[in-house]
């Protein structure tokens, strides 16, 4: 008799409500941040010139920290049994090895420019996720930063950062 090879059950790391109430006091805070420096600002409306500079940032903050609120009571609300799983362990390793590499990409723009980046940030997926073979990887990420550097700087002229491989070539 042959048995089916036992399933683990992955531990909950983080509740969809402890996600919701984390996420609505960040943004009732980014709110406060906003109404404050509008007010610095002015956000009235003024007679034969229009709005103040503050004025619109500080109704969409109105507007934002009423829904974060209304998101808040609702997850406060809810009873802490039997809470909806929002990730695992497993579930967040994934997510980091995502974002990690997105923010490491960022930080690389600064250095050797986006065009570079770019190219290693997609052979860097192809190869790793995609499984892709390395010349297949090399000639799609090289590709697409060639036609995007040829698109942005030549055609459009809009001037993105460049690195020292770029210098080189005279841009």
Known sequence: MSHAPEVQEERPLVSTRA???????LFLVASAVVIADSMRLGFNWRPNEGP?????????????ALASA????RAVALPPEGEAT????????RMMAIFIPAVVYVAATTWI????????????????????ALWKAAGVSLSI???AFMMFEVWFLVP???GP???AIGY
């Open 19 to 25: 996600a919701d109430i984390a996420v609505a006091l």
């Open 52 to 64: 103040a500079p503050g004025y619109f940032p500080f109704y969409i903050a109105v507007v934002m």
């Open 70 to 73: 209304v998101n808040l009571a």
């Open 86 to 93: 929002l990730t695992t362990r497993p579930g967040f390793m």
């Open 113 to 132: 420019g986006i065009y570079v980046a770019s190219a290693i940030y997609i052979a860097g997926f192809m190869i790793f996720f995609g499984r892709f």
């Open 145 to 147: 930063a060639a036609i």
């Open 160 to 162: 993105l950062p460049k």
């Open 165 to 167: 491989l770029e210098a």
